[in-house]
């Protein structure tokens, strides 16, 4: 699944594809993948629009159009865009479609059928139930010590659990949740109320720094703009995780089994050592 460096190169990717193009129309073929706005009033809303930039809000794509309206996309599990010529057939899973006056059309497809989408007015964009209670983005000036501190203090759930909660912590995924808090030297057991202070400044950092390395990866990619689908971190740079998927591997620094576990349904790798 996607987490904030995909997403951000996703985002990116359509920014540069697709900033003013003319969409004449667009087509809802799945009606669950935008259940706001049924397919006559997903048509109607984006009809005869210019896109005139896309951006990101946690793991939300966000496409601002000129009629004042904004096309709010997650991907979810496995949500891709595809740009193809007008000659080209519709891939299997096809749920919505743009079509652009250069004889263009923008794709949304979907296997695993979790994808969303919703139109909604840019200037109620902050309002926006998707939106209104994400966290500050890691990189802005309000994601810093004291509001880190202050949401952690909140929180009883363990420490893996918290950095995946979107309203605390915005842009993780099992990814770098479990990166971040290796490089922290933090175990993802720890109740999050119960983190120092001095670790809390730490894991801050930490996560601020897996992003971060990851964006500036995702930034030297090719992007195939027949496949801009968030899961680039599967081509190649899966073998540089320091301890996400690497049960039973040596640790990086100690050489001690990594080990894993399950944590809200989901798995957690970590050094027994390294983070104790
Ligand atoms: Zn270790």
Redesign the pocket.
């Known amino acids: 699944m996607p987490e904030l460096p995909e997403v951000e190169l996703v985002a990116k990717s359509l920014d540069n594809l697709t900033k003013n193009r003319q969409i004449l129309t667009a087509e809802l073929l799945r009606e669950r993948l935008a259940p706001f706005n049924p397919p006559e009033d997903f048509s109607q809303k984006l009809k005869d629009s210019k896109i005139t930039g896309v951006h990101r809000r946690g793991k939300h794509i966000l496409f601002d159009l000129n009629n004042g309206q904004t096309l709010i996309t997650h991907l979810r599990m496995s949500g891709r865009f595809l740009l193809l010529p007008v000659e080209c057939e519709l891939p299997k899973f096809t749920h919505a479609v743009f079509y652009f006056s250069d004889e263009t059309r923008l794709v949304f497809s979907d296997q695993r059928h979790f994808g969303y989408m919703r139109i909604v007015e840019t200037e109620k964009l902050r309002e926006t139930k998707e939106l209104k209670n994400l966290a500050p983005e890691p990189f802005s000036d309000e994601f810093n010590q004291k509001y880190f501190r202050a949401v952690l203090k909140t929180s009883k759930r363990s420490l893996k659990e918290f950095l995946l909660d979107q309203t605390k912590v915005c842009g993780l995924g099992n990814i770098y949740a479990a990166e971040a808090m290796f490089l922290a030297r933090v175990n993802p057991q720890t109740p999050a109320h119960s983190l120092s202070v001095k670790k809390a400044g730490v894991l801050l950092e930490k996560i601020r720094e897996v992003l971060a390395e990851s964006i500036v990866h995702g930034s030297t990619l090719n992007i195939n703009p027949e496949n801009i689908d968030g899961s680039y971190y599967g081509g190649g740079y899966e073998s540089s995780w320091r301890v996400y998927d690497r049960e039973k591997q040596p640790?990086v620094?100690?050489r001690?089994e990594i080990e894993r576990l399950k944590q809200g349904g989901r798995s957690s790798y970590f050094?027994p050592?390294?983070q104790k």
């Open positions: 640790c620094n100690c001690t050094c050592k390294c």
